[in-house]
């Protein structure tokens, strides 16, 4: 029963973070699309570039939510789902109320909860790790980790709105029908 409620979180939360991460890049699912959000990424979250910051962001979800979906060269996805929420809940969401509905940081909490699970319990029984016997080196994983945490720390370092230190953008806002969250 493990295994398959493994398969369900990564299936559902993977997909779904996926999914998020196409609206940036693709413009799929209503989505804002790369141009857009990489300029939102820039004008409303003071990320600059906003093409290098916004690339990360939307690859981080659509690349670590399609790897945690599939169980596949486990635990870099869910490193990777954690890394772009954390930077959504801060860059995004931050000094709001929790709920989402106050735009908040609750769904980006909920997945890095999610991935943070899957990562300490591992990509189960079903998944394309298992069925072709692959197991990443320490090394691979650790050498990630770090490289994440330096892109994050100087992702998380610069002013943006909402976060501590922001410098308010006089007549930043997002295009008609956009909205400027990051997760």
């Given at each position: 029963m493990k295994d398959v409620g493994l398969l369900i979180a990564r299936l559902i939360a993977g997909s779904l973070v996926a999914g998020h991460g196409a609206q940036k890049l693709f413009g799929w699912f209503e989505g804002p699309g790369w141009q857009t959000w990489t300029s939102l990424t820039e004008s409303m979250m003071g990320m600059r570039p906003g093409r290098f910051w916004g690339t990360m962001q939307a690859v981080?979800?659509?690349?670590?939510?399609?790897?945690?979906?599939?169980?596949?060269?486990?635990?870099?996805?869910?490193?990777?789902?954690?890394?772009?929420?954390?930077?959504?809940?801060?860059k995004g969401h931050w000094g709001k109320p929790i709920w989402v509905t106050a735009g908040g940081a609750e769904l980006p909490v909920t997945n890095m909860a999610i991935a943070g699970a899957l990562t300490a319990a591992g990509p189960g029984r079903y998944s394309l790790d298992r069925a072709f016997g692959i197991r990443l080196p320490g090394v691979i994983v650790a050498g990630t980790l770090?490289?994440?945490?330096?892109?994050?720390?100087?992702?998380?370092v610069g002013r943006c709105a909402g976060a501590p230190g922001r410098q308010e953008q006089a007549g930043a806002q997002a295009p008609a029908g956009q909205e400027a969250t990051a997760s």
């Open positions: 981080g979800e659509f690349g670590g939510g399609t790897l945690t979906a599939l169980g596949f060269l486990h635990p870099l996805g869910p490193l990777g789902l954690i890394a772009s929420m954390l930077g959504a809940a801060y770090i490289t994440a945490a330096a892109l994050l720390g100087l992702g998380l």
